[in-house]
């Protein structure tokens, strides 16, 4: 496509429910990121997609975090037994390929988020 | 490890005048910056990025950050605020794969 999608744009969900959130990257796009954005907190990033390499989960702040990348295009990111704390906007970002200092100043393209309220 | 510091989370303006928003880095190669802008209930948009071609780099909407090594900064300015340019932008270094970002900065335009 010709931007990142996501959706859905806004969840609310009871605490302790489970939410999944995807992302369409646009097409190409080898490199997926998740980040999330906490009101005062900036950008938290959460785990990262590179073609079939195994991906990187270092910023999952928690085993109720998950996600996948189906056939190298859509991604799924699954929180299990929601609590109030993941109240957050979650934003997907594709990239041609991996950003980074040996990998070109590769721009990454940001989705509009997913708005996710946890009550 | 690489890290930004962004100097004030509010910053206000009123139109017409300059805009200064803050950014120090920290990397242990020579880094990768970006901004970004983000209005209301929109994702993150790219503002400019310095590659090390050149110092002063200009971007969109009239922007434009000046990389200063000895520094260590990358401060973002305008020379006429306008009312659009209410948002809230980030400042970003490249890490080992990914963007790591600043907390933000949210500038308000007044008339």
């Known amino acids: 496509g010709a931007g990142v999608s996501q959706s859905p744009s806004n969840k609310v969900t009871e605490k302790g429910k489970d939410v999944e959130l995807r992302c369409d990257p646009i097409?190409?796009?080898?490199?997926l990121y998740w980040y999330r954005q906490s009101l005062g907190q900036g950008l938290e990033f959460l785990i990262y997609?590179?073609?079939?390499?195994?991906?990187?989960k270092s910023g999952l702040p928690s085993d109720r975090f998950s996600a996948e990348r189906t056939g190298g295009s859509v991604s799924t990111l699954t929180i299990q037994r929601t609590q109030q704390e993941d109240s957050a906007v979650y934003l997907c970002?594709?990239?041609?390929?991996?950003?980074?200092?040996?990998?070109?100043?590769?721009?990454?393209?940001f989705g509009a988020g997913s708005r996710l309220t946890v009550l | 490890a690489q890290s930004v510091t962004q100097l004030g989370s509010h910053v206000s303006v009123s139109e017409g005048a300059l805009v200064l928003l803050r950014c120090n880095y920290s990397?242990?190669?020579?880094?990768?910056l970006f901004w970004y802008v983000q209005y209301p209930n929109q994702g993150l948009q790219l503002l400019l990025k310095?590659?090390?071609?050149?110092?002063l780099v200009k971007g969109i909407n009239g922007f434009e950050a000046e990389f200063k090594k000895s520094e260590t900064s990358f401060h973002l300015t305008k020379p006429s605020a306008h009312m659009s340019d209410a948002a809230e932008y980030f400042c970003?270094?490249?890490?080992?794969?990914?963007?790591?970002f600043g907390t933000g900065t949210r500038l308000q335009v007044f008339p």
């Open positions: 970003a270094v490249s890490g080992a794969d990914k963007l790591i």
């Open positions: 310095y590659t090390s071609a050149a110092t």
């Open positions: 990397s242990s190669v020579p880094p990768y």
């Open positions: 097409s190409g796009h080898t490199a």
């Open positions: 970002a594709s990239s041609p390929r991996r950003v980074g200092p040996n990998s070109g100043a590769n721009v990454l393209t």
């Open positions: 997609f590179q073609g079939n390499s195994a991906p990187d």
